[in-house]
């Protein structure tokens, strides 16, 4: 059971496991709250909200703060969400977790050679022959996490066990009340 709404950030590179994890993580918590947790989806968020946007570093760091700013709102309203974002730079990161509060940021670090193979969308490989610009770890950089909450390791671990550790850090913090 939660009383009070959170965040839990989600960041890494595309491919590294984000989404998969936010969806897990979501049934997991389903259960242990007294509602299911939003889950905010980059690129669904992108889509929709953040469409007018591009991809340079400006327009990037303004769909987070867009994010961050429906994150707040939620937390601040009893929600617990979780947003998955790559969210390439630390500054913009910064942002949210001020304007959020209750957020625990949680860096999925996965290879970025991995995150290549799982290219489902083949965004990867339109980066790599130059289709694409811009593109997060590629040729535009991903600033890891100066110091996140919790580290995953998408390339080691199951979902479950991801899911499992994220719980643990919300139940440690108090946002869990079960």
């Given at each position: 059971m939660t009383e009070q709404g959170f965040t839990v950030w989600l960041t890494?590179?595309?491919g590294a496991?984000?989404?998969t994890v936010a969806r897990r993580l979501a049934d997991v918590l389903a259960g242990r709250t007294h509602c299911r947790p939003e889950v905010i989806d980059g690129d669904e968020v992108r889509a929709v909200l953040s469409r007018d946007l591009g991809f340079s570093r400006e327009d990037r760091e303004t769909n987070i703060r867009r994010i961050g700013a429906v994150c707040g709102t939620l937390t601040r309203g009893g929600v617990p969400n979780i947003a998955?974002?790559?969210?390439p730079y630390q500054d913009a990161r910064?942002?949210?977790?001020r304007e959020v509060g209750r957020l625990?940021?949680?860096f999925v670090d996965c290879p970025l050679a991995l995150c290549e193979q799982r290219d489902v969308k083949g965004w990867y490989r339109k980066a790599?022959?130059?289709e694409v610009t811009r593109f997060t770890g590629v040729d535009d950089p991903y600033e890891r996490p100066e110091r996140p909450d919790v580290t995953l390791h998408s390339d080691a671990e199951t979902v479950d066990q991801s899911a499992g550790r994220v719980v643990e850090a919300l139940h440690a913090r108090g946002w869990l009340a079960c």
């Open positions: 890494g590179l595309s496991g984000k989404t998955a974002v790559v969210s910064d942002d949210v977790r625990l940021e949680v790599r022959s130059g």
